[in-house]
């Protein structure tokens, strides 16, 4: 591989047979020059430059530390969750970061309103961006809020997806807290949000959505329903009433199965309220 331009220290575009491709890696450029040869082993990340000329911009216009700092992060994620993350999380994750690192050095601080709900339901994720924002301050002296490591949790579950779309996580998170703000009225309850039951009803809900998306159907015994109408009469009405709200405010519909589920949880939690 041949460079044809360096972008940083540890960024450069080569020609690689007949392409052209933005290479990546830990002083990839160091003390080379246009048209030196790089090897291999120096090189991290490879990405087509055709289809990836926002990267190249990117990488032009950020400090070389945010670029190596969202590489370490991706490489950690993809170790803890032991999978390939989708190759544009670089971009995505870089270009948020960046910013998210210039508005915290100068005092501006965003609140994620969804931080609880992200804590739970993508748990492992939101560790992730728990040891994200500790790698930061270890590495620019920079302190990051809880917010910004739910942000970057959800940078990297969208992510996991072939095609995921960050919007649509959001989207999905936020009908989520709408959903448990609903139950919350309804019954007019409080909730002790670090209780297992709460946990297990906000990743029950998720996965109710999804199954919605899919159409699937999360199987219940007709008489097994019927007997969670009578003996959790109030916990039922809830769910119904929340389907209803679910069904108008996005045009989302639960089967009858779903709201015995959503039933079941809702008595459980009722239990531990506050």
Not at 67 to 73: G, K, V
Not at 217 to 235: A, C, G, P, Y
Not at 261 to 269: G, M, N, S, V
């Amino acid at each position: 591989m041949r460079i044809t331009k360096i972008l940083n220290n540890n960024a450069v575009i080569v020609t690689d047979g007949k392409q052209e491709k933005i290479a990546i890696g830990a002083g990839v450029a160091f003390n080379k020059k246009r048209k030196d040869i790089i090897s291999q082993e120096k090189v991290e990340k490879l990405f087509v430059l055709k289809e990836n000329e926002k990267l190249q911009e990117l990488i032009l216009r950020i400090p070389e530390e945010h670029l190596m700092l969202s590489e370490e992060i991706i490489d950690y994620a993809e170790e803890q969750l032991g999978t390939k993350l989708n190759e544009h999380i670089l971009l995505a994750l870089t270009d948020h970061l960046s910013f998210a690192i210039e508005r915290e050095q100068q005092g501006i601080h965003l609140k994620n309103k969804l931080l609880q709900e992200i804590k739970i339901m993508y748990k492992q994720e939101f560790e992730i961006g728990v040891w994200a924002i500790q790698h930061i301050k270890d590495k620019l002296e920079v302190e990051m809020p809880l917010d910004e490591a739910a942000f970057i949790a959800l940078h990297i579950h969208t992510m996991k997806i072939q095609g995921g779309d960050l919007h649509e996580t959001v989207r999905q998170t936020a009908i989520v807290k709408d959903m448990v703000e609903t139950i919350k009225q309804d019954l007019n309850i409080t909730f002790n949000e670090d209780d297992l039951a709460y946990e297990r009803l906000m990743t029950h809900l998720r996965f109710a959505l999804n199954r919605v998306y899919q159409y699937e159907v999360h199987s219940m015994d007709e008489e097994m329903l019927e007997m969670i109408k009578r003996k959790f009469k109030r916990s039922y009405q809830c769910s119904v009433h929340v389907a209803k709200k679910l069904s108008s405010a996005h045009g989302i519909d639960l089967p009858p199965e779903e709201l015995g589920y959503i039933t079941l949880h809702i008595e459980r939690l009722k239990k531990y309220q506050y």
